[in-house]
C-alpha cells in the first residue's frame, strides 16, 4: 500500500510539474496586453516595437511548434521538457532585466523558442505519468485550472505591475517566472518519466524544414508590423513576397524530404484535405481577430482612459469569464451539436461586439468597466463555447497517422494567427486619430473577421473526430511512445485554451 501511495503521490508531483509549465506559456502570451503600456512608459520605443514585444512570442512559438514536437520524440520528452523549462526561465530573467524594447524582443523570441521546446512534451509526459484509468481524473484537473488561470494570468500581472514590488514595475510579470520554472524544474527531475527517444534509432531533425519555415513566417509578419511606421516603402513588398517564395520552398522541401524517406516536419497530406486547410484558415481568422481585439482593447483602457492596468485587467476580467463558463458548455455540448456549436459560438461573439459598438457611441470616452461587462460577457462566452470542441471538429475527417502532424501544425497556425493579428488589427489601432476611434475600428475589423469564421466554419466537418478508437499506424506522425490519435487531439484541444 505504501509503494502504491508513494507512486501516486510521484505521479501529481509530475503533473503539477508539467502544470507549472503550462501556466507560465499561458501568463507570457497574455501579460504584454496589460503591461505594454508601462513597458512604453519605461523604455520607450516605438508603437512598432510595442507589437513586436507582443508578436515575437507567438511568432517564436510558431515557428518553433514544428520542431519542438519532433525533439521530444528524438531526445525524450523528460529531457527536452527540462531543457524547455530551464531556457525559458533564463528567457524570463533576460525579459526582466531588459534595458531596451530590442533587448526585450530577442529575449522574448528566446521565451517562444524554448516555450515550443516546453509545451509540446506536456500532454504526452501526463499519458506517460497515468494509467489509462486514471488519465481522465488528470485531464479532468487541466482544464478547469487553465480556465482559472486565464481568469486570473492577466489580473495578477495587472496587479503586480500596480504594486511596483521592490522597484520593479512591470519587470515582476516576468520575475514572477522564477518560482514557477524553479518548482517545474526540481518537481519535473524528481518526478516525471524518462524514455529513451528514438534519435538513437536513426531519426535526425530536419533543420532544413524548421529554417525554412521561420523565415517564411518572420517575412509574412514584418511587413505588416513595420509597413505603417516606415510608411509602406516598395521594398517591404518585397520582403512579402520574400515570404511565399520561401514557404513555397519549405513545402517543396517537406515533399522532397518524405519521399527520400526522411521524417517531414508536416505530414502534407493533410493539406490536400478541404476540411482541414478550411480549419486551418479558420483557426488563423480566429485567432489572429480574439489576439489583435484583445490588445486593442488593453491599450484603450489604460493608454486612452487612463486605466491603471490592474483596473485594466479586472476591466477585461469579464471577457476571461465568459469564457470560462462557455468551455463549460462547450465541451457538454460538443457532441450533441457538432459543427453547429461554432456558428453558436460565432453569433454570440459577434453580438458581443456591435454591443461594444453600441457602447463606444453612448459612452465615448467616459466608458468604463460596467458599460463593458455585458458585452464582453457575451462575447468572451461565444469565444469559450468554440476553444473545446473547434481542434476535434476540424480534424473530423484525418486519418489515425495524421493527427499528430494535423494537430501539431494547428497549435503552430493558432500561434501563427495571433501574431498575424496583433499585426493587422495592431497597425489599424495605431493609425487612427484617436482611442476611440482606433478600438472603434479594431472592434469593427474583429467583427468582420468574425462574420468571415462564421462562413469558414461551413466548410469544416459536421462531426467532431471520433475518438478512443484505433491506434496510430506504424510509421505515422504520432508522438513517439504509441499515444492513442484522441490523445493528440486531446493535447492539441486543451493547448487551444492555452
Known amino acids: 500500500m505504501e509503494n502504491t501511495t508513494a507512486s501516486t503521490d510521484r505521479r501529481w508531483l509530475g503533473f503539477f510539474a508539467v502544470l507549472a509549465a503550462m501556466i507560465m506559456n499561458l501568463l507570457d502570451s497574455t501579460v504584454v496586453n496589460v503591461a505594454a503600456p508601462s513597458i512604453q512608459a519605461d523604455l520607450g520605443g516605438s508603437d512598432a516595437s510595442l507589437q513586436w514585444i507582443a508578436a515575437s512570442y507567438t511568432l517564436a512559438l510558431a515557428v518553433g ?117 524553479a518548482f517545474a524544474l526540481l518537481a519535473g527531475r524528481a518526478a516525471l518519466p524518462s524514455r529513451p527517444g528514438a534519435a538513437a534509432g536513426g531519426m535526425r531533425l530536419d533543420w532544413t524544414g524548421a ?97 491603471s492596468p490592474v483596473r485594466a485587467s479586472l476591466t477585461m476580467a469579464s471577457w476571461a469569464l465568459g469564457a470560462f463558463f462557455g468551455s463549460g458548455f462547450g465541451a457538454t455540448m460538443m457532441a450533441r451539436l457538432g459543427r453547429r456549436i461554432l456558428h453558436l459560438g460565432l453569433a454570440l461573439m459577434a453580438t458581443g461586439l456591435v454591443g461594444l459598438t453600441v457602447v463606444y457611441d453612448r459612452a465615448g470616452m467616459d466608458i468604463d468597466g460596467l458599460d463593458l461587462a455585458l458585452p464582453l460577457i457575451v462575447y468572451g462566452f461565444g469565444m469559450g463555447m468554440i476553444f473545446v470542441p473547434l481542434f476535434d471538429i476540424i480534424m473530423g475527417e484525418i486519418r489515425d497517422h495524421e493527427v499528430g502532424s494535423a494537430a501539431g501544425l494547428l497549435e503552430s497556425f493558432q500561434q501563427l494567427g495571433a501574431s ?23 472592434t469593427l475589423l474583429a467583427l468582420g473577421l468574425t462574420v468571415l469564421a462564421f462562413a469558414l466554419a461551413f466548410l469544416l466537418p459536421r462531426r467532431a473526430r471520433p475518438t478512443g478508437h484505433t491506434a496510430p499506424e506504424p510509421g505515422g506522425t504520432a508522438d513517439a511512445g504509441d499515444a492513442a490519435p484522441d490523445d493528440d487531439a486531446a493535447g492539441a484541444r486543451e493547448a487551444a485554451l492555452v
Open 65 to 181: 511548434l514544428l520542431t519542438g514536437g519532433r525533439l521530444g520524440d528524438m531526445f525524450g520528452r523528460r529531457r527536452m521538457m527540462l531543457i524547455g523549462v530551464a531556457g525559458f526561465l533564463l528567457a524570463s530573467m533576460a525579459c526582466a532585466l531588459a534595458w531596451a524594447p530590442g533587448v526585450l524582443i530577442a529575449a522574448r523570441v528566446a521565451q517562444g523558442l524554448f516555450g515550443a521546446v516546453m509545451i509540446p512534451q506536456a500532454f504526452g509526459l501526463i499519458r506517460d505519468l497515468f494509467p489509462p484509468r486514471e488519465i481522465g481524473k488528470a485531464f479532468g484537473a487541466l482544464g478547469p485550472v487553465i480556465g482559472l488561470s486565464t481568469i486570473l494570468g492577466p489580473v495578477v500581472a495587472g496587479l503586480l505591475v500596480d504594486a511596483d514590488l521592490w522597484g520593479t514595475g512591470w519587470r515582476m510579470v516576468f520575475f514572477i517566472n522564477l518560482p514557477l520554472g
Open 211 to 307: 529554417l525554412l519555415a521561420g523565415l517564411g513566417t518572420f517575412l509574412l509578419v514584418y511587413p505588416l508590423v513595420q509597413g505603417r511606421e516606415q510608411g509602406w516603402p516598395a521594398w517591404l513588398l518585397a520582403v512579402g513576397a520574400g515570404a511565399v517564395i520561401a514557404l513555397g520552398l519549405f513545402v517543396a522541401h517537406q515533399i522532397r524530404h518524405g519521399r527520400s524517406g526522411g521524417t517531414p516536419l508536416v505530414e502534407l497530406s493533410v493539406l490536400a484535405k478541404r476540411s482541414y486547410t478550411s480549419g486551418v484558415a479558420f483557426v488563423i481568422v480566429f485567432f489572429g481577430s480574439i489576439v489583435g481585439f484583445s490588445l486593442a482593447l488593453g491599450l484603450f483602457l489604460q493608454m486612452g482612459r487612463g486605466f
Open 420 to 442: 498575424l493579428g496583433v499585426a493587422v488589427l495592431g497597425t489599424v489601432f495605431f493609425s487612427a486619430g484617436s482611442f476611440l476611434d482606433a478600438t472603434r475600428q479594431v
